[in-house]
């Protein structure tokens, strides 16, 4: 007999605080992007799913006249686009704390992240996007179905939103049917056909050209967990990169991850039915170590001077000196110019509540023997040793 976390599960967007009429990834894409992405895929919808369907097409249909557009009126001036300096990017696990550093380093004025409407809309969002801004505020979800993260078209995301709906290969095309194997999902350019390498670069490196268009002189700071294992591959692009790595306590990453699968599959997907829960988790526990894996074989790549990394927590209890100690180790600019900017992010920060969590013995167990290497590297004691430490 099958436990109930072998079963497969559903969910309703009420449960995870969505509207019915609310737009979803797929809707920034343009229509070839859309059909690439679908190729050998359409059997898999759910029937329920079709007029969601019918309303992604009619928004991919629109998406590619204004990508045409776009590229008849910005395409000469892409061409000349130096993405200079090299950018920062931020890394890290999924729920580690990147998407925090990410928006707190931007606070900088010298700096400049990919706003949510350009990664949302990677293809089409340079036509057009003064005149669309009202609309586009008043369609965004006042938060992020998987947390309390506000959400707005001026708030920064991470680029590989930006790679997914391009068309290009993602492990976020996973979204779209989280119960069914699916091509595409690749995390390393590495483990990708010779086209869709050449094609993820092409898409990857003329969205940042579209960015630092629109940011002339400043520098990108990029943030993506999946760029976590793709270091040899950012420095191949740029050799100067600057990385930001962020740790944080494995529970807390693999419980704030299970309800980022709820949250993300519940919205995103275009099936009714989801893994189950002991499915989903044995994926999670699969992914961080792939990912970890894949950073500790090519960290070493980096030049001295060019990567920090910091700990979640440390950042929780004082962010201005850990951003004081990310300027001095990779001498990205004037920290004490950006620091009154700092106070201000940080401030707008301090009402931000994480969802509280728990685990299962089980789950616990299965973390520390899987995620061992992760902890005794950056110092996270198990659950067992913090029962035995005595109390102050």
């Known amino acids: 007999m099958s436990s109930d976390r072998d079963t497969p599960r559903r969910f309703s967007l009420r449960d995870v605080g969505y509207r019915r009429f609310q737009l979803r990834l797929w809707h920034g894409m343009a229509l070839d992007a859309w ?5 050998g895929n359409w059997g898999k919808i759910s029937p329920s799913k079709y007029p969601l369907v019918a309303t992604i097409l009619i928004f991919a249909t629109a998406n590619q006249l ?4 776009s590229r008849a009126v910005y395409e000469r001036d892409l061409d000349r686009v130096e993405i200079s300096p090299a ?17 707190t380093l931007i606070a900088d004025p010298a700096f400049a992240g990919p706003m949510a409407e350009a990664c949302f809309n990677p293809e089409a969002f340079l036509a057009g996007r003064r005149l669309l801004a009202p609309l586009l505020r008043l369609a965004y979800p006042k938060k992020r179905p998987m947390d309390n993260v506000k959400v707005s078209p001026e708030t920064a995301e991470e680029d590989e939103h930006a790679i997914l709906l391009s ?9 779209l049917f989280p119960g069914r194997d699916i091509a595409g999902t690749e995390p390393r350019v590495e483990e990708m056909s010779e086209a869709d390498a050449a094609f993820w670069r092409q898409a990857w490196l ?34 100067d990169a600057r990385f930001v790595h962020i740790v944080r306590d494995p529970y807390e990453i693999f419980a704030s991850g299970r309800k980022v699968t709820v949250g993300m ?7 009714t039915t989801m893994p189950s829960q002991a499915s989903s988790d044995r994926s999670r526990i699969e992914r961080f170590v792939a990912l970890h894996a894949a950073y500790h074989a090519e960290k070493g790549d980096i030049p001295e ?6 700990r979640y927590e440390d950042m929780k209890a004082d962010p201005m000196q850990v951003l004081r100690q990310i300027y001095a180790t990779l001498e990205i600019g004037d920290f004490e110019a950006a620091a009154p900017h700092f106070r201000e992010s940080v401030a707008r920060a301090k009402g931000y509540r994480p969802n509280k969590l728990s685990l299962e013995p089980g789950v616990v167990a299965t973390i520390d023997a899987a995620w061992g290497d992760y902890f005794d590297r950056y110092g996270y004691q198990r659950m067992s040793a913090r029962a035995r430490r005595p109390q102050a």
């Open 35 to 39: 059909l690439r992405m679908m190729r």
């Open 66 to 69: 204004r990508k045409w557009v």
């Open 87 to 103: 950018p920062i990017f931020v890394i890290g696990s999924w729920r580690s704390g990147t998407t925090w550093l990410h928006q």
């Open 167 to 175: 068309g290009a290969n993602s492990p976020y095309r996973k979204n």
């Open 206 to 239: 003329r969205f940042l050209r579209r960015v630092q268009l629109i940011n002339p002189g400043k520098r990108l700071v990029l943030k993506s967990p999946s760029h976590t294992g793709r270091i040899r591959e950012i420095l191949r692009q740029f050799p």
């Open 265 to 271: 599959s519940t919205v995103q997907a275009l099936q």
């Open 305 to 310: 001077g060019h990567l920090v990394t910091v």
